[in-house]
């Protein structure tokens, strides 16, 4: 069997019977990451080496989209999962690799800081050295996962190193970390976002991906290109979805007194074929994205930066025409449309955001640094 037919037996036989509980009670879907897991798709993007699947992120994206497709809180967990590991694979240990290629091990990364907020590359959590090892204190305000990943890809100011950012690989068990109550949020509600906190976290060097000061390059080589384009992936299995479902109402919804279905209507039929316009741009430019990162094109960086921020704002489009022409109807969570319109907003917000993306393209494209010295 490909890694495609045990995903569609997973999506099958667990991730959508549990989606709209996972959604409604804001539950971390276990039972979906371990059945992942147990099929391989956890380790996917491992290299053969360490026993993973070896793929890549083509391959990646599609496992995103159609999760994305019957439950975003699951999409995102192993999406952050993903990003992750392509850190710990450039740069990690080979007993960690394994340990994520065996699809037992779930990993996340923790880089967003309360006082940095979203501006992921500028941390404030620190690493001191304390008696031969190095002490971590932080505030992370929001990760994926948190409690119930095994790892985190964690960031920090450098041991001694004149940089911005050190990265680290750090057990979840640690002693000194702690994570508050259960995320009660908007969208993407079983995804376990909550803050976490270090408090004299130990770890030895042996823990660190890369070299001290080093954290900001790999972030970007390596988990940027991951999370964004997987970002818009998550988008557009979303936006699919939604446009299925939009589809599959108004063709079988009456107006009564008119004797006609609502897809039968100019207005309602106009805004569908806007949806489906919007949604097809989206699936050509991360087509377009997947080919420029796989062939080295020169313009590989901007397609990569512009992927997550077209996607997100298309599938904010796309969700909010479903709700209009759908009306009353995609208020009510049985028909699960509501669910799509607020998992699709979660991308906008998600460091880097929109506007930082649209920023570091500007900065791209006349010249400038992405960000300053």
Not at 160 to 177: H, K, N, Q
Not at 231 to 238: H, I, K, N
Request: hydrophobic share 45%; net charge negative; with cysteine.
């Amino acid at each position: 069997m490909s890694y495609l037919d045990d995903l569609s037996r997973v999506i099958s036989d667990v991730v959508r019977p549990d989606a709209a509980e996972v959604d409604q009670a804001g539950r971390f879907p276990r039972r979906a990451v371990d059945a992942l897991g147990d099929a391989g798709l956890l380790g996917l993007v491992s290299d053969t080496s360490v026993g993973g699947g070896g793929k890549g992120l083509r391959e990646a994206a599609d496992v995103i989209e159609q999760l994305a497709g019957v439950c975003g809180s699951t999409a995102m967990v192993v999406l952050m999962h993903y990003a992750a590991t392509s850190i710990v694979e450039a740069r990690g240990s080979e007993k960690a690799r394994a340990a994520i290629a065996s699809g037992q091990h779930l990993t996340t990364l923790a880089f967003a800081e309360a006082g940095s907020r979203s501006h992921f590359w500028s941390p404030m959590s620190t690493a001191i050295e304390d008696s031969g090892q190095v002490r971590l204190d932080a505030r992370k305000s929001w990760v994926t996962s948190a409690g119930e990943a095994n790892s985190y890809v964690w960031s920090s100011r450098p041991v001694s190193a004149s940089a911005a950012m050190t990265l680290w690989l750090v057990p979840s068990d640690r002693p000194g970390l702690s994570q508050a109550g259960g995320f009660d949020g908007f969208g993407l509600r079983g995804n376990g976002s909550t803050p976490v906190t270090a408090d004299g976290v130990m770890v030895s060097r042996d823990d660190m991906q890369g070299g001290d000061g080093a954290g900001l390059e790999i972030a970007l080589a390596a988990a940027l290109p991951w999370f964004l384009v997987l970002s818009a992936a998550f988008s557009l299995g979303l936006m699919e979805a939604v446009v299925a479902e939009t589809t599959v109402h108004v063709s079988s919804t009456k107006l009564e007194h008119l004797g006609q279905t609502l897809a039968e209507q100019p207005l309602v039929r106009a805004d569908l074929g806007r949806m489906h316009v919007e949604t097809a741009g989206v699936r050509a430019q991360l087509a377009d994205t997947l080919t420029a990162v796989e062939t080295g094109r020169d313009d590989a960086t901007l397609r990569v930066l512009g992927v997550k921020a077209a996607a997100a704002e298309a599938a904010g489009s796309v969700t909010d025409t479903a709700m209009k022409i759908c009306g009353g109807a995609a208020f009510r969570k049985e028909v699960g449309i509501e669910r799509r319109f607020r998992d699709g907003r979660a991308a906008r917000v998600m460091a880097p955001t929109t506007d930082t993306l649209l920023d570091f393209i500007g900065r791209a494209v006349t010249g400038q640094p992405l960000l300053e010295a």
